[in-house]
């Protein structure tokens, strides 16, 4: 396979409280597992891009890190998928930590770690996507040459915040990372339509950047040790952190269509229960109205049996409201009808 998705960890695979230092504190987001799998039954590697500058700002360490993406694998792994690897940046040039106190290719928006990535696995950066929920994963994916999809999601990130850049545009928008693998599988059938980005070639056979030292600090030594110190550190790989999966056999298309149905199942899952939230409201309104609208109508009618000249008056004005409530019932119906 020479393709590959590029997925952000954070708001994408993952629940983002904030900084997370704690395998206990991942948590897989509905449906990632099926998105997963549709991928890599589809051709893809599903390799994770993520920015952690938490161990610049000495929030957490490496091996803080290397335990919470070791949970993330179980999580995945305990729903039947898998991930190929792990990419991480842990620079940040406002960091507290000396040793990551600094500017690195490797940290999105800029395209290093996805350019490792595709050198390390022979990825053809044209048939790759990156999908992630900012516009630093976005901006990461374009410079790469890859197709890109944004995850929109509720945040409380600040007006004007990279979060909310529109100056960045994916090529698709979704809610979910589900969505957007239903997306790519189903552009992945349509290879010959595809536009192959100009710069892609020549991107995918850059040497991966190595971060540069800070404004106003000297560049880093050429010693060994010092590169150790500032290179973009390589989390393992699966084979190296997992066992491999079994061979697929001639049946895996079959596999690949009941993964696909899980998808699109779990899709039109989430998206029948606001209608149903909808539809109940419409209905339930236009039942009472219509309740109304029957209790006016029977007083109008004993008013009019009564044989009393005086309550003529009052009959009809019963009468019109039942009308009216009758007419307000018709309308949420007819509302309701065309949803």
């Keep these: 396979m020479n393709k590959a998705v590029f997925i952000d960890r954070d708001n994408t ?3 983002d409280p904030g900084y997370i230092s704690d395998p206990n504190g991942v948590k897989l987001l509905p449906g990632v597992e099926l998105a997963i799998k549709s991928l890599a039954q589809a051709g893809f590697k599903n390799i994770v891009c993520t920015n952690q ?10 091996d803080d890190l290397d335990k919470i993406h070791a949970e993330l694998r179980r999580q995945l792994a305990d729903k039947g998928a898998r991930l190929d690897a792990i990419y991480y940046c842990p620079y940040h040039p406002q960091g507290t930590v000396d040793k990551y106190a600094c500017e690195s290719d490797m940290r999105k928006p800029k395209p290093g770690m996805l350019l490792k990535a595709a050198s390390d696995r022979g990825l053809d950066l044209a048939e790759c996507w990156m999908v992630g929920d900012s516009a630093r994963d976005i901006e990461a994916g374009q410079r790469a040459g890859c197709r890109t999809i944004r995850v929109r999601i509720v945040s409380d ?3 004007g915040s990279q979060q909310d850049d529109e100056s960045v545009q994916a090529d698709f928008t979704v809610r979910n990372l589900v969505e ?20 892609a070639a020549a991107i995918a056979t850059a040497p991966p950047a190595v971060p540069t030292a800070t404004q106003g600090t000297p560049p880093p030594a050429t010693t060994p040790q010092a590169q150790e110190q500032t290179a973009c550190p390589e989390p393992a790989t699966a084979s190296q952190t997992e066992p491999q999966p079994p061979t697929e056999t001639d049946d895996a298309p079959s596999e690949d269509q009941k993964v696909r149905m899980e998808i699109l199942t779990h899709v039109r899952r989430m998206s029948r229960n606001s209608e149903i939230e909808e539809f109940s409201f419409m209905k339930l309104a236009g039942g009472v109205m219509q309740l109304f609208a029957l209790l006016a109508l029977l007083v109008a009618v004993i008013c009019i049996l009564g044989n009393d000249v005086e309550k003529v008056s009052i009959a009809t004005f019963w009468a019109i409201i039942s009308v009216s409530l009758q007419t307000m019932a018709l309308t949420f119906f007819t509302i309701q009808r065309n949803k």
Excluded: L, N
């Design 53 to 62: 500058s938490g161990i610049a700002r000495g929030m957490f360490t490496e």
């Design 13 to 15: 695979i993952i629940d």
């Design 180 to 199: 957007a693998a239903r997306i790519i599988v189903r552009e992945a059938d349509r290879t010959d339509t595809w536009e192959t980005p100009t710069p």
């Design 157 to 159: 990130a600040p007006q």
